[in-house]
């Protein structure tokens, strides 16, 4: 049976999470979602083979509203892939239909696991090129694009920015915001959907889809937009991460190195982290909200943050590695139980460096690992104490490091101290 005061309750639960930055009308939702389930619908464009971390906000913001008894549909845009929203900057460059169609599918297979395909609460997966793909020119122009003012367009934050530029915005995407708005259109009419949700910033193209609706049918519908996150230098969370950013692909970005960006986090960040990105309780997230007031250099809400994330995107195990793994570099736990492509990361996030065999001596390959800038003060460091390898403190700096250390037959963990860390290759 449906609760319908957990179904309300889920508006106040996305505003405690600090989830709710624009809206059109949250009575009139809160009195929507009291009536029985709503259909709703948040929408992701294939731009690249694997989904960023600013995309979780919104899969994370379904499954809630999942959760609370509602029904989602999870749009990835086989048509506006094609187009590409427009962006502050620049023109984006209009990617091969056969790369969008490929990057479809891959996009889909890491969005379906968020979401639950079964039950009287189903999800649906849906491709706006299904309902664009047949409609000509003339049929746009005249069914939709006549609902569109122009002046309204040209309003448009992007928009409005790139008019202002030098390079312009050509017409392609101008058009963007209709193709938008008739994915809300058609999804209110095939599935009766009634709520959009996206990132504040996309908020123009969010109300087009409203507004179409409200020209054609006479209905309104509700939108919930979700806000940016951003870091002391103002840029978006995950942006300026190592590797060009944070993928939902492990193969972009690892497990790791996932897990330490958020170990890493700068302090104000942790508590809208948890409370957006997690699902545990308020109780407890207040709690870990006090340990980043009071002792924020003991990093516990950090390293809870880091858990909860990593566990929500790659996984129970995954996450065991890496936490083994964070712990295993700096002497507290067993290298030998991590995998290698566990190790690998984590090396590959301290610094790694290839070197051929045979091996070298341990004063040689902290040289090259960039630890010490010569081999006397190799020798030094190994003379008083601070020199280890795979955990274990070198004796003889320059005795040949023997094959029997490598592991996995290929890795090795320098570390100079308790802290600093690098790792070695062996070809």
């Known amino acids: 049976m449906r609760d319908n005061r957990g179904v309300t309750d889920v508006l106040e639960d996305l505003q405690w999470r600090g989830l709710i930055a624009l809206s059109t009308d949250l009575d009139a939702l809160r009195a929507q979602l009291a009536t029985g389930p709503v259909t709703y619908y948040c929408g992701f464009d294939p731009t690249a083979p694997s989904l960023h971390f600013g995309n979780l906000m919104q899969i994370l913001t379904a499954r809630r509203l999942q959760l609370a008894g509602n029904r989602p549909l999870a749009l990835v845009g086989g048509a506006t892939g094609l187009i590409g929203d427009p962006n502050t900057t620049g023109e984006r460059t209009l990617n091969p239909r ?14 379906e696991p968020y979401l639950d395909f079964e039950g009287e609460y189903a999800a649906r997966m849906v491709n706006n090129l299904d309902w664009t793909a047949d409609v000509t020119a003339i049929d746009f122009l005249r069914d939709i694009g006549k609902h569109f003012r122009v002046n309204k367009m040209l309003a448009k934050e992007a928009v409005s920015a790139r ?58 519908v509700h939108l919930l937009a979700t806000p940016l996150i951003t870091d002391a230098a103002g840029e978006k969370i995950g942006k300026s991460a190592g590797g060009g950013g944070l993928w939902l692909d492990p193969a972009m970005t690892s497990p790791y190195a996932w897990y330490q960006y958020f170990v890493n986090v700068e302090d104000k960040l942790v508590p809208p982290l948890l409370r957006m990105f997690t699902f545990l309780s308020h109780e407890e997230i207040e709690t870990l909200e006090k340990e980043v007031a009071e002792r924020p250099a003991a990093r516990v809400a950090h390293r809870r943050l880091a858990q909860e994330i ?3 995107v790659h996984g129970a195990e995954e996450t065991r590695q890496v936490v083994a793994a964070s712990q295993a570099l700096f002497g507290r736990g067993s290298l030998t139980d991590l995998s290698a492509t566990t190790l690998r990361a984590a090396l590959a996030e301290a610094g790694l460096v290839r070197v051929p065999r045979p091996l070298p001596s341990a004063a040689v390959l902290f040289k090259e690992a960039g630890l010490v800038a010569g081999l ?19 004796v003889d700096a320059d005795a040949p490091v023997p094959a029997d250390a490598l592991l996995h037959g290929r890795f090795l963990v320098l570390r100079r101290g308790k802290r600093t860390i690098a790792g070695v290759d062996v070809d």
């Open 310 to 312: 990593t566990r929500t």
């Open 376 to 394: 006397g003060e190799a020798r030094r460091t190994v003379a008083e104490g601070g020199a280890y390898l795979n955990n274990e403190r070198v």
């Open 98 to 111: 056969e790369t969008v169609a490929h990057w479809v599918e891959l996009i889909r297979a890491q969005i």
């Open 163 to 220: 008019l202002q530029s030098e390079q312009g915005i050509s017409y392609t995407e101008f058009s963007y915001q209709i193709l938008q708005g008739l994915d809300y259109l058609e999804l209110f009419r095939r599935y009766g959907c009634r709520l959009q949700t996206g990132g504040s910033d996309q908020w123009g193209n969010l109300t087009a889809g409203t507004d179409l609706i409200r020209r054609v049918t006479g209905e309104s």
